[in-house]
């Protein structure tokens, strides 16, 4: 794809558009997409780089630092939880584990009785799932794909008489490796990056990676546009090129961690409420250590979930679902040292972990 990087650029420029897409993960790349095909002048601002299949080595440490907001190690303040976001042109889809989930009807029903929500519904997004699920090829999963760490959630959730699910993936002749948490080597996850920003960019919208946006531009509290400063893709570092970008249109995608932090920087927060609404959704996982191999490593991440407690408390609750285990991320979850750490990680092949 031609995708402008920071090794493009060697002087500062100036363009104009129609629109200007801040991120081009899930959100941002589907406004590029929608935009570019409907004739508008689009440009998409990425922080991170631009990276394909072919540097997706399968190694954690490599592409921790590759694809993730501060290479992996992005946390809450008190460190209490890591914060895994992606950080490359097609963001967080690039390193998700292809889970596919519809918004359930009783989270619509919840939102217009506690809150008040109107005009928002199952039925009216039914149509545009089935339009993105059709150009990410969604499918369900089949038992017979699901990997051994997968059937130890599966047997559970049966044993205890609690809901048995097959979770829907975005994916293409799937060889089930496992690595999906550091892009996919062969193309089969449907990320951002091989569908919606290869359309976008065939429609006519210009892609720049390795842009850091510093600022919205504007006067009078009206943005006109975006500052960004460019960064070395080898180094990561600001190589001195700023770009200006002057629109109609801005759109943030940035994320809930990011856009408001750029609204913060810009001096956008007149009322005092950027980053209030700031919502994060914890993972809790409970391990299992067997007598016979698991490989928790191996398959895909998830094929299973139970919604046997998704209506717990005050119509909200929690999913449980399959989870792989890396021996990085292994060596994170579990707070020991010297001889109990080694004695863990020597456990990697026999454990199962469901989140």
């Not at 601002?45 to 631009?50: I, N, Q, R, T």
């Not at 895994?84 to 009783?106: A, D, I, K, L, M």
């Amino acid at each position: 794809m031609p995708i402008f990087t920071g090794a493009d650029l060697r002087e500062d420029r100036r363009i104009q558009c129609d629109l200007c897409v801040v991120g081009s993960g899930a959100g941002g790349s589907v406004v590029a997409q929608r935009a570019s095909a409907a004739g508008l002048a689009v440009v998409v601002l990425e922080e991170g780089g631009f990276h394909t299949s072919d540097s997706f080595d399968m190694t954690e440490a490599n592409m921790n630092r590759l694809l993730y907001q501060e290479a992996g190690a992005r946390r809450t303040a008190d460190g209490a939880i890591q914060i895994v976001q992606g950080r490359s042109v097609g963001g967080s889809t690039v390193v998700n584990w292809t889970t596919c989930f519809r918004t359930p009807e009783h989270t619509f029903e919840h939102w217009a009785e506690r809150f008040g929500v109107e005009g928002l519904s199952h039925a009216a997004l039914v149509p545009h799932w089935e339009q993105l699920e059709r150009q990410l090829n969604v499918q369900q999963a089949k038992l017979a794909e699901v990997n051994r760490n997968n059937m130890v959630t599966w047997r559970g959730a049966g044993a205890l008489g609690w809901h048995q699910g097959l979770l829907y993936r975005n994916i293409k002749r799937c060889a089930h490796t496992g690595y999906c948490g550091m892009g996919c080597p062969i193309d089969a996850k449907q990320s951002m990056l091989v569908t919606m920003i290869p359309e976008a960019v065939r429609a006519g919208a210009d892609v720049y990676a390795n842009a850091w946006v510093d600022k919205l531009a504007g006067d009078g509290g009206k943005v006109r546009g975006v500052v960004a400063r460019m960064r070395d893709p080898e180094t990561d570092q600001p190589n001195g090129v700023t770009l200006e970008v002057e629109a109609r249109t801005t759109v943030l995608a940035g994320g809930g961690i990011n856009s408001p932090a750029l609204l913060l920087r810009s001096g956008l927060n007149r009322k005092g409420l950027v980053g209030q609404r700031t919502f994060l959704h914890p993972a809790v996982g409970s391990f299992g250590i067997h007598e016979e191999a698991i490989e928790p490593y191996t398959g895909a991440p998830q094929y299973v979930y139970s919604d046997q407690f998704a209506r717990r408390d005050a119509g909200m609750g929690f999913l449980l679902e399959g989870a792989p285990l890396f021996p990085m991320g292994l060596g994170g979850f579990v707070h020991s040292f010297g001889a109990d750490k080694r004695a863990m990680m020597g456990q990697l092949k026999n454990m199962s972990l469901t989140a």
